[in-house]
């Protein structure tokens, strides 16, 4: 497992970007997100702001190329698809909301695609299982019957 070189950013701290704080604003009053999704966003925003400010980058100066090193950079983090999904749904939302906001005049995240999520088979029922299952209903009694034949 890739070693994290940098702690996780709390989302307590200052974040020091007036469009990432505007932003998370917006979220909270306009479209009333939950606790838990502000934070995990604020979190992202952070590692993103941080990654940047590590390059002496400004927000206005990100390209499709350097969010693709974002993304090559999260990736080593060893998140899961599920966590990599969030992250670059919160950047193409921010940077959404900063060309809206006509702070930006270009969306670098606009191609941005999500990784392809793989959805877990279904468990399915033994043999055993099945068997007890179907020995439950009454079949004496006309629900019973019912059932069973579900």
Do not use: W
């Not at 479209?31 to 390059?55: C, K, V």
């Not at 390209?63 to 899961?80: A, Q």
Request: glycine share 4%; with cysteine; net charge neutral.
């Amino acid at each position: 497992m890739p070693q994290n070189t940098h702690p996780k950013p709390s989302p307590d701290e200052h974040t020091a970007h007036p469009v990432m704080d505007r932003y998370l604003e917006h979220l909270l009053i306009q479209r009333g997100l939950a606790e838990n999704t502000l934070t995990a966003y604020t979190t992202d925003l952070i590692s993103f702001i941080r990654f940047l400010t590590e390059r002496s980058c400004d927000l206005e100066d990100v390209t499709e190329e350097i969010l693709f090193l974002y993304v090559v950079f999260i990736r080593r983090k060893g998140l899961s698809g599920r966590s990599l999904s969030r992250h670059l749904s919160t950047l193409r939302g921010f940077f959404i909301f900063a060309r809206e906001e006509k702070i930006l005049n270009h969306d670098p995240a606009q191609f941005l695609e999500s990784p392809k999520l793989t959805r877990p088979l279904p468990t399915v029922l033994t043999q055993k299982e099945m068997t007890a299952l179907l020995a439950v209903p009454d079949m004496a009694d006309k629900l019973g019957v019912r059932d069973r034949t579900m």
